[in-house]
């Protein structure tokens, strides 16, 4: 093709734009009706109303290596709407998000000091900000020590209320290898095995001075049959081989094993764990849920 274009504004003309309208509507802010702000009976109050999928860059430290890393996390924030109040300010809440986390490491304690301002931008009694972010960590192979990076899924979820405190859970989902004690039972050689997922959620107490990214991980690697690692040369595929076939597990006894850990943890107040199997002879996965509160 060779031919002169239009300009740009002809093209898009051509293509179906139009010039703005003058408009009977106000346009500045202060003459602009504020039907959130209307007050009125709404019948319900709401427990929880905001947005979610909203993506932003957080900076986190941690306890492996490395300890400050920038990693992209979702949040989704949210509060409690009393009846008399038709909508909440949605936009002030990712005007506080960028406020506040361009100056602040995202943490539990953080997150805590952030779900307070958002009741009080929004004059409410509650709020919740839950986020989910991977967390990266050096991994060294077993027996060659070749380093590389692996990372695990966290979500940190911070709930604020006024007359009740703060309650903070951290949830991470580590990936490990399971190897089947029945398989290995019953055959002449070898067991099937398979990547597993460990979901650990904990309520954990607010002051704990606790990396609880790393105390999750720690709970579901050192119970698994075997780490997963991100490079292997033969002595360490021979070391991990020869480690799962020693230490092998069913779901029931991850999840029971990893429960006795998170049990040991005075600062865990309750916790949730699910193993789950991408099973290697089936097409179907095996699960296994348990849930523990000490405060029953
Ligand atoms: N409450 C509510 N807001 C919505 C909804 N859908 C979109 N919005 C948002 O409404 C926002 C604008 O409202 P406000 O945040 O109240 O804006 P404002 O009143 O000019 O802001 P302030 O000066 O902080 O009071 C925009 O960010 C929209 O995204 C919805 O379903 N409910």
Same mark, same amino acid.
Request: aromatic share 10%.
């Given at each position: 093709m060779n031919r002169q274009l239009p300009p740009k504004a002809e093209r898009h003309r051509h293509f179906g734009s139009v010039e703005p309208i003058e408009g009977l +509507?106000?346009?500045e802010k202060e003459k602009m009706p504020d039907l959130q702000n209307k007050? %009125?009976? $709404? $019948?319900f109050p709401i427990q929880k109303v905001g947005i979610s999928k909203v993506k932003y860059p957080v900076m986190i430290e941690s306890a492996?290596?490395?300890?400050t890393q920038t990693t992209t996390a979702e949040f989704a924030m949210t509060t409690s709407l009393d009846a008399?109040? +038709?909508?909440?300010?949605?936009?002030r809440l990712t005007e506080q998000l960028h406020l506040f986390f361009q100056t602040h490491l995202l943490s539990i304690e953080t997150l805590r000091e952030f779900s307070a301002i958002l009741a009080r931008e929004m004059k409410q009694k509650a709020s919740n900000v839950t986020v989910t972010f991977p967390w990266f960590f050096t991994k060294t192979s077993p027996s060659m020590n070749k380093e590389g990076m692996a990372h695990a899924d966290v979500t940190l979820d911070v709930s604020f209320n006024e007359e009740t405190g703060y309650t903070s859970k951290i949830t991470l989902v580590a990936a490990v290898t399971t190897l089947c004690p029945c398989s290995k039972e019953i055959s002449e050689y070898s067991a099937h095995n398979q990547r597993g997922f460990v979901t650990m959620s904990a309520i954990v107490d %607010?002051?704990? %001075?606790?990396d609880w990214k790393q105390a999750l991980l720690e709970a579901a690697e050192s119970n698994a049959s075997s780490i997963l690692y991100p490079v292997l040369k033969r002595p360490d595929e021979k070391a991990v081989t020869e480690h799962a076939y020693e230490n092998p597990r069913f779901v029931e006894d991850l999840v029971r094993l990893v429960a006795s850990d998170l049990y040991e943890n005075?600062?865990?107040r309750a916790f949730e764990i699910e193993c789950r199997n991408e099973e290697s002879i089936h097409q179907h996965d095996a699960i296994a849920q348990l849930s523990f509160s000490k405060e029953k």
């Open positions: +509507k106000p346009k007050p %009125d009976d $709404y $019948y492996l290596v490395p300890t008399e109040f +038709k909508g909440i300010n949605m936009s %607010d002051h704990a %001075d606790v005075e600062a865990i």
